[in-house]
């Protein structure tokens, strides 16, 4: 054991570089805590490796005293002078209580620790190497999967990508090559792990990026994402030069960049939106394709993210969107609880006199009430 060991120590360092130093150490700490359990010990003892030899030996550690207590952990004054007349009251003396088949489990307790050793410095590897690529985009090939996660093979490595990060309408198969995003380097008990993600609104962003060469340099910048993988996507984006017109520059000729990053997901739409410093442009845009006729704004302090949007009668669902998809994305875009109301409820006009009469669903009165009288004074000059 004691050649193989020695061996095995330099190929560690030279190949995985974990110190010989670091390894011994541990093994010392181990085979302390084996010969207590093994030997039913609870004594002071420390081991030692003779490096020439490879060879491990149990000492106990007892100190000096006038009056031993506790033969376990003291030795008499008058015991220790007959081993040496330079001992003192306070030293420390080493004696070897090495039990005969100690190197048996001095052989098995240095392999597990040599390979524990071993599977922390390939997770710290593999740790140092990727954290790099946190918040990437990335391409993976699909090894397997079960039903919690999809197993991406990224260079040397294995990745997870759990349920919640698959797109419901991608179906992965072994050998598939993807795009996907790593959203965390880490470790645990099990060794490294690498999650990645089709469904990360981040995703959008790097694709972006990568198709965008205004959007790279910094000249175009995405200001924020709302997303619904596998079915839709809002983008707000704003320009640092006047003369770029930034939903432009990202949709490209005829729609072409942002097509090219649609069929990277699957068909999911992407509706691009220019980013306004104003809440109520902003919110107008990021309803869009719904025409807006006004934004309105709660006035309570506890409530100053909430706004009131007006919309034609007709624009009504356009706004709402497939089962409230729209206003739900717009409303994740720009931070505000979006309320939509039709222009019906809002004023609603007697033809034959020009004045503001009341709604005919009384449930809704109240708000009705409210936006007839900031409305009249428009309704007399007319």
């Given amino acids: 054991m004691s050649k193989e060991l020695i061996g095995a120590l330099a190929a560690l360092e030279q190949e995985k570089g974990i110190k010989k130093d670091v390894i011994i150490d541990a093994i010392k700490s181990a085979l302390v ?34 009056e031993v207590h506790d033969d376990r952990l003291e030795v008499s004054l008058q015991d220790a002078l007959e081993i040496n007349k330079a001992y003192e009251v306070g030293d420390e003396i080493r004696f070897e209580v090495t039990p005969k088949n100690f190197g048996r489990i001095a052989a098995q307790t240095a392999k597990q620790v040599v390979m524990q050793r071993l599977r922390e410095a390939e997770r710290n590897h593999i740790v140092d190497e990727y954290s790099q690529y946190q918040d990437e985009l990335i391409t993976g090939i699909v090894e397997r999967r079960d039903n919690r996660f ?54 959008v962003k790097r694709l972006f990026e990568e198709e965008v060469p205004e959007v790279y340099n910094g000249t175009v910048e995405i200001v924020s994402i709302a997303r619904e993988a596998g079915d839709r996507t809002k983008i ?17 000729p005829r729609g072409a960049r942002v097509q090219n990053i649609v069929n990277e997901l699957g068909g999911e739409n992407i509706d691009v939106v220019r980013y306004e410093e104003d809440p109520s442009d902003f919110i107008a ?3 869009n394709p719904a025409e807006v006729i006004a934004v309105q704004f709660s006035e309570d302090e506890d409530q100053q ?21 729209n206003v739900r994305l717009a409303a994740r875009l720009t931070g505000y609880k979006i309320d939509i109301r039709p222009e019906s409820e809002v004023e609603f006009v007697d033809e034959d006199n020009g004045e503001a009469a009341e709604p005919a669903d009384s449930d809704k009165a109240d708000n009705a009430d409210s936006a007839e009288t900031e409305s009249e004074p428009d309704n007399n000059e007319e």
């Avoid at 084996?34 to 100190?63: I, L, M, P, R, S």
């Avoid at 093979?153 to 992965?172: C, F, L, S, T, W």
């Avoid at 704003?238 to 432009?248: A, F, K, L, M, T």
């Fill in 150 to 203: 999809v197993y991406v093979k990224i260079g040397n490595v294995e990745a997870i990508m759990p349920r919640g990060d698959q797109m419901p309408n991608e179906h992965y198969r072994p050998q598939d090559q993807i795009r996907v995003l790593v959203t965390k380097v880490g470790s645990d008990s099990k060794g490294a792990q690498i999650v990645v993600s089709r469904t990360a609104p981040d995703l």
């Fill in 236 to 252: 707000a984006v704003r320009s640092s030069n006047p003369d770029i017109d930034p939903v432009g520059t990202c949709v490209g």
């Fill in 33 to 66: 805590a084996a010969y207590k359990k093994n030997y039913n010990q609870a004594q002071n003892v420390e081991v030692e490796f003779d490096e020439q030899k490879g060879t491990f030996k149990v000492n106990a550690v007892k100190t000096v005293v006038d």
């Fill in 305 to 325: 993210k909430d706004a009131l949007v007006i919309v034609p009668d007709y624009q009504l669902s356009l706004a709402i969107g497939k089962k409230g998809q």
């Fill in 285 to 287: 845009n990021a309803l």
